[in-house]
């Protein structure tokens, strides 16, 4: 039986497959290197608030403190970005998956995020799928806890999470009641390092987001948001 001809290869979205695998590569190493100085500095700036902090005026103690949050904050953003590489290079293992069960793990996940808080949960159907259960828990983790994250101002949280089939995908939401954002601003959301709010309202490094647009890139898939302020 003759087997039917292969489709010829694109070559532009090989050399876009090729661009990014180098950015990956190179986003991976310079994170790497940049743990070992981020350690060496915290560790020193710790020895000296130990050693010599009462000897200080409040002043210089305060600079030391400044140095010790920025390279602790700095250290999340470097892991993050290695984080970030590994999901290019991680190898899939596809599986059918019942998202609903998935669910249920990252609600166990997040009960520290939820504590003292007024939350109303609506979970709708969650259809299953075929993708890896590894990174579409991840990319899940992120979305429920963003929605966490940017609720907390409301007395009453509202976070929604829903899916259905339509046509040619399968289309999962999660929607909430918290301070929303400019949908002119829309496309940065999935941008690495990209934040729309003030450390106030967001205390992570910007990178859950492009986390799940990764994910979701590899399973031949998308993400997007839509919203408005408040």
Not at 11 to 26: I, N, W, Y
Not at 73 to 79: K, Y
Not at 151 to 178: L, M, Q, W, Y
Request: with cysteine; proline share 4%; aromatic share 6%.
């Amino acid at each position: 039986m003759k087997k039917p001809a292969s489709k010829p290869s694109d070559p532009l979205r090989e050399r876009l497959a090729g661009m990014q695998r180098e950015m990956d590569t190179f986003a991976y190493t310079i994170s790497h290197d940049l743990r070992a100085p981020l350690i060496h500095i915290g560790g020193f700036v710790d020895l000296l608030l130990e050693h010599t902090g009462p000897k200080l005026d409040e002043q210089s103690r305060h600079y030391l403190q400044r140095i010790a949050e920025s390279t602790y904050h700095m250290g999340r953003m470097v892991d993050d970005v290695l984080a970030l590489s590994r999901l290019s290079r991680a190898e899939m293992h596809l599986i059918r998956l019942e998202v609903k069960d998935l669910l249920k793990e990252v609600m166990n996940d997040v009960r520290a995020q939820t504590e003292n808080r007024r939350i109303q949960w609506e979970v709708g159907e969650l259809p299953a799928v075929t993708a890896d259960p590894t990174l579409l828990r991840l990319a899940l983790y992120n979305l429920v806890s963003n929605a966490i994250k940017f609720t907390k101002r409301r007395p009453e949280a509202v976070i929604s999470i829903s899916g259905e089939h339509a046509k040619a995908e399968t289309v999962f939401c999660v929607r909430d009641n918290g301070i929303g954002f400019d949908p002119k601003h829309q496309d940065r959301l999935f941008g690495v390092f990209q934040r729309l709010h003030s450390a106030a309202d967001s205390d992570g490094t910007g990178t859950g987001l492009a986390q799940v647009q990764r994910i979701l890139q590899r399973h031949g898939g998308r993400a997007w948001a839509e919203g408005a302020p408040d």
